[in-house]
DNA sequence: ATAAATGCAAATGCTTTGCATTGCC
DNA sequence: GGCAATGCAAAGCATTTGCATTTAT
């Protein structure tokens, strides 16, 4: 899968390095993380990488189609994905947690549809996650 | 319908001072207007009203449910409502429309629903607004 | 060879905070 | 009178930019 998207990339002319390499895989191992949590992680294994290369990275991949930047109150989360999908957002800790598809459906008008020609389509549920609900059980 | 949101906020123990009464006019007339337009507007009829007061105040409304935020790519917008609703985002110049909720039909699961309970739903569809789309068969 | 990517330091820009003053209820 | 709101200056923090160096293709 990460071979894919690598070859896309340098088909669209971007270049591989070791750092792109690295962001890469965190993408898909992390779950919608932050460009801070994503130079933490790089930063263990590899300590010359700059924040200045994963934000470089990151707005070069999403340039590039294989990335999502959602724009959190928190701040922006990213993903491995071409497309956006349906995420429930938690308010209280702020993590970002994937929502099947084939469970929401959204139908929109035709004459909507038309006149606006929307390139994409991007949905929300706020509200408060499993973990921290547990947490505000138990105070 | 700026007296009933006046007297919303004074039931939930918030007070209106000017500076709050003319941000609530201003919320009233923009369109999802910018925490810095609010601020430009301001300052032509109430030079002294600072650029905190207005941050002060947006996050005072919306911690009162009176006004909704939204975090937008370019920075967030603002618009007087109790609940989100759909909306269109301009990818080129960045402005926000409200969409009609009657041409929208989001059917969530059951199970889903009673699972997560959000406390609500946000959608965005982003694309090319028409004024944009206008400039661009021009060039 | 050349155009892209890296990484440092510095800058930017939006938003928040501390705190003394003002003014609503 | 008491507590919330104001507004100034300063700080905070995520993100961007300039630029010289390195490196993939």
Known sequence: ??????????????????????????????????????????????????????????????????????????????ELSEKPHPHFHCLQCGCLNDLDPGKITIIMDETLEEELAPVDVELFLHGFCQDCRRNEDKS
């Open 1 to 78: 899968m990460i071979d894919r998207i690598i070859q896309k990339i340098k088909d669209k002319g971007g270049r591989m390095t070791i750092q792109r390499v690295t962001i890469l895989e965190l993408l898909a191992k992390l779950d919608h993380p932050t460009a801070e949590e994503i130079f933490q992680y790089t930063h263990d294994r590899f300590p010359s990488l700059s924040f200045t290369t994963v934000y470089n990275t990151l707005k070069s991949f999403k340039q590039l189609g294989v990335i999502q930047e959602y724009y959190m109150e928190e701040r922006s989360r990213f």
